[in-house]
C-alpha cells in the first residue's frame, strides 16, 4: 500500500484507493493518457489524479492485478 502524497500513481493503474477515516475505499483507474475513471462512473475528465484523489480524502491506494476488470472494460462483451 502507498500514500496518495508523494507517490503518483502510474498511467494505466487499476488501483483501490483508500479513505483517510477508515471509512472504506473505492475502485479506480488512471488510462494510459492520464485521465481518472472510477468504478461507479466511468471517465471523469480529471487529469491530476493526485490532487483530486487527496481533495476527495484518499490517503492509500493499492494497486489491483492486471487481469482486474472494471465495468466499463466489459460493458458491452460477452461474459
Known sequence: MHTIHGHSIPNGTKFAAFFGDGSGAK???????????????????????????????????????DSFKLWFETAGKAK
Open 27 to 65: 475502485l479506480f483507474m488512471i488510462s494510459d493518457d492520464g485521465e481518472l475513471a472510477d468504478a461507479e462512473n466511468g471517465f471523469r475528465g480529471i487529469t491530476a489524479p493526485d490532487t483530486w484523489l487527496q481533495d476527495a480524502g484518499f490517503i492509500y491506494w493499492m494497486k489491483l492485478p
